[in-house]
């Protein structure tokens, strides 16, 4: 053993040329802290997943209402009730040009159009476009206008609702004081503006296959909002 000059001992170690020496603290607040930040961790990975499956769920709730919704909204549209816009002025004063109304698609497929219901159909000669007219002759009836009067079964027809007579137009359907026999399951409609209506005192009865429902209520302007009245006729003399 080495003696140094001061007498005291000394020890050398005999380590390996490639071996280091390394020296880790590791203390127990050291180890804690390592504990805490991984739990941390955890805890801000499962709150992102589940703000995510809560994102997930939210928008696949949403798309769910929106599916229904619409499906809802297509089978009324389809067969229970439909908007529609009154375009011209065949049906002043009772309609007016612009204003919106709700047509009844479901009366018409449990029962038989009324003399006096507004109806929305399908035009004879342009099934694109949709007419708004009201029933005036019934099926199985026989209609006349003579003189720009109404007659159903040989009886004036009292038309409270005209501002004008009923005219009858060149190379029409009906002639003067022609008597027509209406055929089944078809109505004679007319609108209330009888000058200015292309109705069937031009192309005729129109076929119930044609007639898309009834005007029953009346949404736009606001000032006119309500339900559409029927008219109680009284056939005179």
Request: charged share 25%.
């Amino acid at each position: 053993m080495p003696i140094s000059k001061n007498n005291k001992p000394s020890v050398v170690l005999n380590l390996p040329k490639n071996e280091q020496q390394s020296h880790v603290a590791v203390t127990k607040n050291t180890v804690n802290y390592e504990e805490e930040d991984e739990n941390l961790k955890t805890r801000e990975s499962f709150i992102v997943i589940k703000l995510f499956k809560s994102t997930l769920n939210f928008f696949f709730d949403f798309l769910e209402t929106i599916v229904v919704a619409l499906s809802v909204f297509v089978v009324i549209y389809l067969f229970v009730m439909q908007p529609h816009e009154v375009k011209g002025s065949s049906m002043e004063p009772s309609f007016k040009n612009n204003e919106y109304i709700i047509t009844d698609k479901i009366s018409y497929r449990l029962g038989e159009p009324q003399r006096g219901e507004v109806v929305i159909f399908k035009a004879p000669v342009n099934p694109d476009v949709d007419y708004i007219k009201r029933i005036i002759g019934l099926p199985g009836e026989k209609i006349m206008i003579s003189k720009g009067k109404v007659y159903i079964n040989n009886k004036l027809l009292n038309e409270p609702y005209l501002d004008e007579i009923t005219p009858l137009f060149p190379g029409g359907y009906i002639e003067d004081g022609e008597v027509i026999s209406i055929p089944e399951d078809h109505y004679f409609a007319m609108g209330d503006n009888r000058p200015h209506s292309s109705d069937s005192r031009e192309f005729g009865p129109i076929n119930k296959k044609l007639i898309i429902g009834k005007a029953v209520f009346r949404y736009w302007p606001i000032n006119e909002l309500g339900i559409v009245p029927r008219i109680s006729y009284r056939l005179g003399v």
